[in-house]
């Protein structure tokens, strides 16, 4: 028999679609046909990416190219194992070298990507008998990697001080004995806001915590030489473990975690998402490396200044005071309403992506709107025109073009 045809596994898919769609939730995939930049070909047509989050417009950088085949022809492609067994090329540790300088740490470790490298570090650091504290926006890997260490879990709603301080406070009286990880994000994926990192930090010091900071969409973007939020606010000293992705404005693919030497020999030993996993290509590494490279060049601070110059030119149009960084959201609530509008703007020529549950709460779907300094300045009118044309249609007052705020679950999925 078909084992494809199998009726009781396919009787349950099926009925789980069906009630992922009867809610307005199916997902799709849609391949670009051609690199990731600012006009990307998908089925045929020709459409202007809102949505990506290669900031710097790096991904299709020539020197990335080059030092990816430059590293082709040193060291191959496929990396043949683990780091710990025989995959570790002259590539990787190069950019571990890399990652540490331009963080200024005494030490990083590269994963293979963002998820992996919080899915690896957080259950190595706490376990069963430890307090997780999290910020309620927190990225899908954060809480995966959380639950999976086993650790009490507590969540502030996002950005609250009071509550995070209360969280500290209880753990601190409870679980004198635990060790205390507060995690969160520099800038929120969903929303694009920041977080108030110097007050975190005073809280975190207060009452004897660790601070896991995720910079995914900050580094590159923000800090000097691109080097983060916590870089920016002055206080990357008090941060224990600083993670960033490579995948983002870097261009490239991966992440890595910042920190002591200890830290990085510790999660060599116990990461389990790096241990247990073949490592990245060499080509990869050695773009990720020359991706750094160029975020830390004068080069890298005339991207941020382009890119600068677009989020202050988009965010007036969206009636936005002050973005925070290279993510506009513009929140439409409805699931469906939220579909519809991401369908009338791809009619009209432009991706810009639908986030709806499970990546955020329900009915606060919204629109993510992201820049990179490879935008020119009437790709942005054009999309402000066309967003108050299709949002407009939809509603007969003014549309609805406001910042997202706290939200009242934890996500669940990516
Ligand atoms: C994208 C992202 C990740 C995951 O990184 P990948 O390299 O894509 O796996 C982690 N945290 C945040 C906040 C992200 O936005």
């Given at each position: 028999?078909?084992?494809?045809?199998?009726?009781?596994?396919?009787?349950?898919?099926?009925?789980?679609?069906?009630?992922?769609?009867?809610?307005?939730?199916?997902?799709?995939?849609?391949?670009?046909?051609?690199?990731?930049?600012?006009?990307?070909?998908?089925?045929?047509?020709?459409?202007?990416?809102?949505?990506?989050?290669?900031?710097?417009?790096?991904?299709?950088?020539?020197?990335?190219?080059?030092?990816?085949?430059?590293?082709?022809?040193?060291?191959?492609?496929?990396?043949?194992?683990?780091?710990?067994?025989?995959?570790?090329?002259?590539?990787?540790?190069?950019?571990?070298?890399?990652?540490?300088?331009?963080?200024?740490?005494?030490?990083?470790?590269?994963?293979?990507?963002?998820?992996?490298?919080?899915?690896?570090?957080?259950?190595?650091?706490?376990?069963?008998?430890?307090?997780?504290?999290?910020?309620?926006?927190?990225?899908?890997?954060?809480?995966?990697?959380?639950?999976?260490?086993?650790?009490?879990?507590?969540?502030f709603p996002h950005n609250d001080l009071c509550k995070l301080e209360s969280h500290l406070k209880w753990a601190a009286a409870k679980h004198p004995a635990a060790k205390i990880l507060v995690i969160a994000e520099s800038v929120y994926s969903m929303?694009?806001?920041?977080?108030?990192?110097?007050?975190?930090?005073?809280?975190?010091?207060?009452?004897?915590?660790?601070?896991?900071?995720?910079?995914?969409?900050?580094?590159?973007?923000?800090?000097?030489?691109?080097?983060?939020?916590?870089?920016?606010?002055?206080?990357?000293?008090?941060?224990?473990?600083?993670?960033?992705?490579?995948?983002?404005?870097?261009?490239?693919?991966?992440?890595?975690?910042?920190?002591?030497?200890?830290?990085?020999?510790?999660?060599?030993?116990?990461?389990?998402?790096?241990?247990?996993?073949?490592?990245?290509?060499?080509?990869?590494?050695?773009?990720?490396?020359?991706?750094?490279?160029?975020?830390?060049?004068?080069?890298?601070?005339?991207?941020?200044?382009?890119?600068?110059?677009?989020?202050?030119?988009?965010?007036?149009?969206?009636?936005?005071?002050?973005?925070?960084?290279?993510?506009?959201?513009?929140l439409i609530g409805n699931e469906s309403a939220a579909v519809e509008t991401s369908a009338r703007l791809l009619e009209l020529g432009f991706l810009v992506p639908a986030i709806r549950f499970p990546t955020v709460a329900k009915g606060s779907a919204?629109?993510?709107?992201?820049?990179?300094?490879?935008?020119?300045?009437?790709?942005?009118?054009?999309?402000?025109?066309?967003?108050?044309?299709?949002?407009?249609?939809?509603?007969?007052?003014?549309?609805?073009?406001?910042?997202?705020?706290?939200?009242?679950?934890?996500?669940?999925?990516?």
């Amino acid at each position: 028999m078909n084992p494809h045809s199998d009726c009781s596994l396919d009787k349950f898919l099926l009925s789980g679609l069906e009630e992922i769609d009867s809610r307005g939730l199916m997902r799709r995939l849609s391949a670009l046909d051609g690199p990731q930049q600012t006009r990307v070909i998908q089925n045929g047509r020709e459409l202007l990416n809102f949505s990506s989050n290669d900031y710097l417009g790096l991904a299709t950088h020539p020197a990335l190219k080059t030092a990816a085949m430059a590293e082709w022809e040193r060291s191959g492609f496929g990396s043949g194992a683990s780091r710990l067994i025989c995959g570790t090329l002259a590539a990787h540790e190069e950019l571990d070298n890399a990652i540490a300088e331009f963080k200024q740490t005494p030490a990083a470790l590269s994963f293979s990507s963002g998820y992996a490298a919080a899915m690896g570090t957080i259950p190595a650091i706490c376990g069963t008998g430890d307090v997780i504290i999290l910020d309620k926006l927190s990225h899908a890997c954060l809480v995966d990697a959380s639950r999976l260490s086993g650790a009490l879990l507590r969540v502030f709603p996002h950005n609250d001080l009071c509550k995070l301080e209360s969280h500290l406070k209880w753990a601190a009286a409870k679980h004198p004995a635990a060790k205390i990880l507060v995690i969160a994000e520099s800038v929120y994926s969903m929303d694009g806001d920041r977080a108030p990192l110097r007050e975190m930090v005073e809280l975190k010091e207060r009452y004897g915590a660790w601070f896991f900071l995720d910079e995914a969409h900050a580094v590159g973007v923000i800090g000097r030489q691109g080097r983060g939020l916590a870089d920016e606010e002055g206080i990357a000293d008090h941060i224990e473990i600083q993670m960033g992705t490579l995948g983002k404005a870097l261009g490239s693919h991966g992440a890595y975690i910042a920190g002591g030497s200890a830290l990085r020999r510790f999660l060599i030993n116990r990461a389990r998402s790096f241990i247990f996993s073949t490592s990245p290509p060499a080509p990869v590494a050695a773009a990720s490396r020359k991706a750094i490279e160029i975020a830390a060049s004068p080069e890298g601070d005339s991207l941020r200044a382009k890119l600068w110059e677009n989020i202050q030119r988009l965010q007036p149009l969206l009636s936005i005071k002050a973005a925070a960084s290279a993510i506009l959201p513009v929140l439409i609530g409805n699931e469906s309403a939220a579909v519809e509008t991401s369908a009338r703007l791809l009619e009209l020529g432009f991706l810009v992506p639908a986030i709806r549950f499970p990546t955020v709460a329900k009915g606060s779907a919204r629109l993510r709107v992201t820049l990179t300094a490879s935008h020119a300045r009437s790709d942005i009118e054009s999309l402000a025109r066309a967003l108050h044309g299709s949002t407009a249609t939809k509603q007969d007052s003014p549309p609805h073009l406001a910042r997202s705020t706290g939200e009242p679950s934890l996500p669940t999925a990516g």
